[in-house]
């Protein structure tokens, strides 16, 4: 499992987000992430249809299906539980 992180620089959620997944990611090394810019990834962003509420949180199987999806700014647990529940996906 991998999460797809789509954000702006003009976004303040997305802001808000950083730190949180800073160490999210700290705490999880095995964790892989990709962080995607909203302005300068318009071929991946149209791919997984982000909306225009950012950030966007996208977790992809192995086989590059999409599990979940949270928008906006979750907290620290409930992006631990999203991720500890698709750990092995």
Known sequence: MK???FGAVW???CLIMKPKWKEIEA???WLETRYFDY???KETVEKWKVGKTLPVFIFVAKDDTEIARLTGEPSKTDLLKKINRYKNY
């Open 3 to 5: 999460v797809l992180k």
């Open 11 to 13: 976004c303040a959620g």
């Open 27 to 29: 705490e999880n090394p």
């Open 39 to 41: 302005d300068d990834s």
